[in-house]
Every structure is written in structure tokens, then in C-alpha cells.
């Protein structure tokens, strides 16, 4: 008989100790250390009485058919996945709370069962009650999804055993599901992996698409241990502003497509509704010339995007001035600031500055430095920046203007939304044709300095 044998898992990064302590050594988190229970082999049993079979092996030229695609019927879904879910692959979203990864899935659930597949949808948190009436308010009542509330595991694969051919499995959330062949409690770094391996097993020998939700904790990171984020196929991160009504479902990790794809949502009374211009939403409350707003052209996946960047430049009254930032990296707009007054004579020492990235969109390519750039200098010299212009460009630390990728792709969804002119790097080919857009191009960046000195 198995021995029982006591050990301390760290719930934050799965690091197992010998004992009880405060803080965790290997990520330094406090409070984190749960003591679990797991069985051990007593001395002399060996570990495994089976003896393993040779495999087949293949080779790398062997042909293979693309894998086939489940479509979700939601484009904005279908556009991150790499084309829809695929038979036997295993999806994690992670998000905040209330961001609406529940409702998103519900949705998904009931498009695939209205369009004639199979969908069941297993609730750990809700009562069916109130799954129901989610569905009436989103006016899904009428989809034949199959639900359950259950957070057992053997019950859980007990009911898919016997429903194999269904075509989608919702797992909400995988932090609730528990093993009762396990003597921790739900949600410890033992049961989410336990869970997780399990499910993963019986929908890649099912070939079922298997959506886990995914709790998240105060640092943005899905909850437990980093292994399950490897042992799924796609990793997918809900974003957004509780403020703002888009949302942006983001790839950070998928098997069967790229990787820096989003979809863009809008959260409505039915629900989520697909955004399918996004530059459109993002500029749709754009008024009249204002100092420190530029619209920066971006590229998200394959998808062009443009965004307006607004930043505020105002004397300090504290000894230590502000720099505050919302949607961008607060490391790179420190590397901006040092540019500006270092390589362009901007005395911006004594000044507070903000900086925010309108409608909840987070950027993370170097294509924005310039917009940022300009958006600084522009609220600093008071000088607006016409509305009609687009900006994008990297800037180096020696105050030049670097090209970026796709350029052509930027100023093409410029042209389309009506924008007359551009301001971009000076090094870099772009397919200018007569009478399209005006082009401002730029090698350094004391040159956007000096133009907006002269207008003010």
C-alpha cells in the first residue's frame, strides 16, 4: 500500500519545500506555501511493474494533412485561433474578473451547437440558474448546449465518456475542478495540473476542442502552476478597461497560428459583439485640433490598427515629478523623455507627465516611440498636431528615427479612414502613389522638435 507522505507546494510557481515557510525561495512570494498530501511507493515496490513497448518511429518526410478546423462562427475568435478550434486541442483563457471570459465562451458554446455540433459546458462557479438566465439576457436561451454544474473530476470525465462525439468542452474555470484521488484542496498547484492533464488526455484521445478558463492573479499571470500554460495547445489572454467597452482577446502562445493576432470585442447588453474595424471605434470620438493627441498607426498580427495616443506635459509642484502611463510600457516612455531632452534641448525635468493610450488598447511594438514623441512634444510646446496625420517610427537612443515593418500596410488603413498625411522614418521602402497621401519623412527626431517650435 502506498505510503502518504506531506509536502509544501508553492501555489504561485509550483516550487516544492521540505518545510513551511513564509516566503517561497524560488519566486520570493509570501503566503504562498500550502502544504499537500501525495502518495509514495513504500522501499522495495518498484514504481512500475508494466514494461514499456517499442514505438514506431516516423520520419519528417512523411506527409501530413493540415489539421482540420472547428469555425466558432465568431470571426473575431476564429481570426486569433488562426482560423477556429482545432479537434482534439486544448485552449486556456485567462483574464480578470467580470472582463467576461464566461460570457464570451457561452457565446461560443451556442454558435457551435445552433450551427449543428455538439457543445457542453461545465460550470464550477455558477449555479445552472444563473447560467440560465446569462443565456436569456444574451438571448441564447433556445441553444442546445448541454450544461452541468460540477467541479468532481471523475464525474466530470464520466459524462464525457459517455458523449464522445461532442465537438466543444468549456471547462469554467479549471481552478474550481478537483480530484478526489488527491488529498489537497481545489485550486493548489496538485490539482489544476492534475485536472488539467486529465481533461487534456481525454480530449486528444476524443479529438474534442477543450476551452479551460483560467483565474489570474494580482500580477495579470493565469493562476497555478506555469506547467498547465505549456501542457495546452493555445493560450489566450481577455483584456480590457472595466471603463471601456472594447475588449481585446490576445494569443500569447497557439500551436496552429501566430501568435501576435487579437480580436477586438465590444461589451453590449446581448453580450460581445465582433468589432470588425477597430480603427474606426478607437478614433470615433475624435474632435477638433488638441495639443499632446496624435494618432499612431499600428500593427497588431496582421491587422492594422490605428489608435490615438494622448499625453499631458505640466509643470511639477513636487519635488519628484510624475510620470504616469496607461497602455504602454512606463520603461519605454522613460527612454522617450531622456531622448527628447537629451538629443532635441526639451527641458522636461521639472515637468509631470501622463500618458494614455485612448480606448484600453495596450502597445508593446517600438513602431509607437514617435507618436509618443510627438505627442510630448506636442502637449509641451502646445502645438496641435492636424488631424488628418498619422504617426509611427522607432526612435534610438541617438535621437534618430528607425524604420518599422509594414509600413505599407499602416499607411494603406491610414488612407482608407481618411487621413491626408504621415509622419514616418526616412530609411525604409513604402510604395507611395501620386495623390494618395502626403509624406513627412524623418531621419531624426530634433526634426519633429524643430518643426513643432516653429508652429508654436
Not at 469554467?172 to 496538485?190: F, K, R
Not at 481618411?418 to 509622419?423: E, W
Request: aromatic residues 4%; contains cysteine.
Amino acid at each position: 500500500m502506498a505510503k502518504l507522505k506531506n509536502s509544501f507546494v508553492c501555489q504561485n510557481c509550483g516550487a516544492v519545500h521540505s518545510q513551511w515557510n513564509g516566503r517561497c525561495n524560488a519566486c520570493d512570494e509570501w503566503n504562498t506555501i500550502v502544504e499537500e498530501v501525495t502518495s509514495q511507493a513504500p522501499p522495495g515496490v518498484p514504481k512500475s511493474v508494466h514494461k514499456g513497448k517499442v514505438l514506431g518511429l516516423e520520419t519528417l518526410r512523411q506527409a501530413s494533412d493540415e489539421a482540420p478546423r472547428v469555425p466558432t462562427r465568431i470571426a473575431e475568435l476564429d481570426r486569433v485561433t488562426g482560423g477556429g478550434l482545432v479537434p482534439g486541442s486544448a485552449l486556456l483563457i485567462g483574464g480578470e474578473p467580470g472582463i467576461g471570459k464566461s460570457t464570451l465562451l457561452l457565446q461560443v458554446a451556442a454558435a457551435i451547437a445552433s450551427g449543428g455540433g455538439s457543445a457542453l459546458y461545465f460550470s464550477g462557479e455558477e449555479a445552472a440558474a444563473q447560467v440560465r438566465l446569462r443565456a436569456a439576457r444574451l438571448g441564447l436561451g433556445d441553444a442546445p448546449v448541454g450544461l452541468a454544474c460540477e467541479t468532481n473530476l471523475a464525474n466530470i470525465l464520466s459524462t464525457l465518456g459517455k458523449n464522445k462525439n461532442a465537438n466543444l468542452v468549456v471547462i469554467d474555470s479549471i481552478q474550481t475542478i478537483w480530484s478526489d484521488s488527491l488529498e489537497s484542496a481545489p485550486g493548489t498547484v496538485a490539482q489544476v495540473r492534475a485536472a488539467t492533464q486529465a481533461l487534456i488526455r481525454h480530449a486528444k484521445a476524443s479529438s474534442t476542442a477543450l476551452l479551460l478558463v483560467g483565474h489570474v492573479t494580482k500580477d495579470g499571470q493565469i493562476a497555478g502552476p506555469k506547467v498547465v500554460e505549456h501542457m495546452v495547445d493555445t493560450v489566450l489572454y481577455f483584456e480590457g478597461d472595466r471603463g471601456q467597452p472594447f475588449r481585446i482577446l490576445r494569443a500569447v502562445k497557439n500551436r496552429f497560428g501566430a501568435t501576435d493576432e487579437i480580436g477586438v470585442f465590444e461589451m453590449a447588453e446581448q453580450g460581445l459583439q465582433e468589432v470588425a474595424n477597430p480603427s474606426e471605434l478607437f478614433l470615433g470620438e475624435r474632435g477638433t485640433d488638441s495639443p499632446g493627441a496624435v494618432v499612431f498607426a499600428g500593427v497588431e498580427g496582421t491587422r492594422p490598427i490605428l489608435v490615438e495616443i494622448q499625453a499631458l506635459v505640466t509643470r511639477s509642484t513636487l519635488g519628484t515629478p510624475r510620470r504616469a502611463v496607461v497602455g504602454w510600457d512606463n520603461s519605454r516612455l522613460s527612454m522617450v523623455l531622456a531622448v527628447l531632452q537629451a538629443r532635441c534641448g526639451l527641458n522636461l525635468a521639472g515637468h509631470d507627465v501622463y500618458l494614455n493610450i485612448a480606448g484600453g488598447l495596450k502597445i508593446a511594438e517600438p513602431a509607437a516611440d514617435l507618436a509618443a514623441a510627438a505627442a510630448l512634444a506636442s502637449s509641451h510646446l502646445s502645438v496641435a498636431v492636424p488631424l488628418d496625420t498619422v504617426v509611427f517610427g522607432e526612435i534610438s537612443l541617438s535621437g534618430g528615427v528607425r524604420a518599422v515593418s509594414h509600413a505599407n500596410m499602416r499607411l494603406k488603413e491610414a488612407q482608407k479612414l481618411g487621413f491626408k498625411s504621415a509622419i514616418l522614418p526616412a530609411s525604409g521602402d513604402v510604395e507611395q502613389k501620386r495623390g494618395l497621401i502626403a509624406l513627412k519623412r524623418l531621419d531624426r527626431l530634433q526634426q519633429l522638435v524643430e518643426h513643432f517650435a516653429r508652429e508654436a
